[in-house]
């Protein structure tokens, strides 16, 4: 049974449906925990951007209060080496799966089932470099980024 729409209707139906499909793109990324390690930091959080370039940008708007955060100095001769892990459910017991588990946390649900969404790395060689799944990114002096390779 095929349903008759006038083209207006059809146009309001889509924009509706991407609108309900999509009501987390638009929400501020929260950082849920930050397990810190020398120079290695992990963080975790909830309500991250979908597209490298949201990803890229919220790094690069935030670097210096993360790192400060993480007790790392901002120094470009000094490597540093961070990962932003999605929260998914939440805090899990661990349980032989692959997962990431935070030895820093004392209770029995230290871990996250791994995804990672982004792995920030600096070196003095290379400057500051961003992998994400889509693609390499390196941050150029003046704070903005190029892509250097495509997944």
């Given at each position: 049974m095929a349903i008759d729409m006038k083209p207006g209707k059809t146009i309001q139906v889509a924009?509706?449906?991407?609108?309900?499909?999509?009501r987390g793109c638009w929400t501020t990324p929260q950082i849920v925990d930050?397990?810190?390690?020398?120079?290695?930091?992990?963080?975790?959080?909830?309500?991250?951007?979908?597209?490298?370039?949201?990803?890229?940008?919220?790094?690069?708007?935030?670097?210096?209060?993360?790192?400060k955060r993480c007790n790392i100095i901002i120094d470009p001769d000094k490597p540093y080496h961070v990962v932003v892990w999605a929260f998914g459910n939440g805090y899990i017991q661990d349980d032989?799966?692959?997962?990431?588990?935070?030895?820093?946390?004392?209770?029995?649900?230290?871990?996250i089932t791994k995804n990672s969404l982004l792995i920030i790395s600096n070196?003095?060689?290379?400057?500051?470099?961003?992998?994400?799944?889509?693609?390499?990114?390196?941050?150029?002096?003046?704070?903005s980024s190029t892509r250097l390779q495509d997944f």
């Open positions: 924009a509706i449906a991407l609108a309900l499909s999509c930050i397990h810190q390690d020398g120079n290695y930091c992990d963080i975790v959080v909830r309500h991250f951007p979908i597209i490298d370039k949201g990803k890229v940008s919220w790094w690069i708007a935030n670097k210096e209060a993360i790192l032989d799966q692959d997962r990431m588990c935070f030895s820093d946390m004392n209770t029995v649900s230290n871990c070196s003095k060689n290379l400057g500051t470099t961003i992998r994400s799944d889509y693609g390499i990114y390196r941050i150029n002096a003046d704070g």
